[in-house]
T-cell receptor, first 115, second 112 residues
Framework: EAAVTQSPRNKVAVTGGKVTLSCNQT?????MYWYRQDTGHGLRLIHY???????EKGDIPDGYKASRPSQENFSLILELATPSQTSVYFC??????????????FGSGTRLTVL | SQLAEENSWALSVHEGESVTVNCSYK?????LQWYRQKSGKGPAQLIL?????REKRNGRLRATLDTSSQSSSLSITATRCEDTAVYFC????????????FGHGTILRVHP
């Protein structure tokens, strides 16, 4: 089964500080995703990547950067954290088959609180 | 507004009963997926149903898809307390892309 590991599990940051959320997957999936989850909004896509060196903007990319240095690792970076970025962040990986829709495998999430 | 959304925010049943979660979506899709999220965990896929399929089963779970009304349902029979979770529908809108649009989720509580 797919294994996606996020770190840290919990993070408290100060407004204006830099935050880096890390994600590692051991399944050799090409695609990786960062979502945030807020009550009433479900999961919303922030950034995604099709492979090492690539990053793409999702539906709500403002205030976030992403980095995919290798097949296994995908980071989400908040250069100047704001209280509105307090949320639970999920990383996911997946591999699209030819002409097929993709199953996503999620990590257990990082709870970020920005004070 | 959400491109995909469940029709109920919360449902409550007793163990052994059946329950159905409904979802509606607003765009043309290539597939629709149902995910379950238990407390403190990330979502996990339950069923993937493609746009040319009308029904898919996975054990006690049954998903239907009606592309004419842009709706889907997930039915769970013989519910158990461990089915307590948030259930999401999510839509794929393009071939060969994993970009999913999630609904807001339906909280299902199964009582002993």
């Amino acid at each position: 089964e797919a294994a996606v590991t996020q770190s840290p599990r919990n993070k408290v940051a100060v407004t204006g500080g830099k935050v880096t959320l890390s994600c590692n997957q051991t399944n050799n999936h090409n695609n990786m995703y960062w979502y945030r989850q807020d009550t009433g909004h479900g999961l919303r896509l922030i950034h995604y990547s099709y492979g090492a060196g690539s990053t793409e903007k999702g539906d709500i990319p403002d205030g976030y950067k992403a980095s995919r240095p290798s097949q296994e690792n995908f980071s989400l970076i908040l250069e100047l954290a704001t209280p509105s970025q307090t949320s639970v962040y999920f990383c996911a990986s997946g591999d699209v088959g030819r002409g097929r829709a993709e199953t996503l495998y999620f990590g257990s999430g990082t709870r970020l609180t920005v004070l | 507004s959400q491109l995909a959304e469940e029709n109920s925010w919360a449902l409550s049943v007793h163990e052994g009963e059946s329950v159905t979660v409904n979802c509606s979506y607003k765009t043309s899709i290539t597939a629709l997926q149902w995910y379950r999220q238990k407390s403190g965990k990330g979502p996990a896929q339950l069923i993937l149903i493609r746009s040319n399929e009308r029904e898919k089963r996975n054990g006690r779970l049954r998903a239907t898809l009606d592309t004419s009304s842009q709706s889907s349902s997930l039915s769970i029979t013989a519910t158990r307390c461990e089915d307590t979770a948030v259930y999401f529908c999510a839509t794929n809108t393009g071939a060969n892309t994993g970009k999913l649009t999630f609904g807001h989720g339906t909280i299902l509580r199964v009582h002993p």
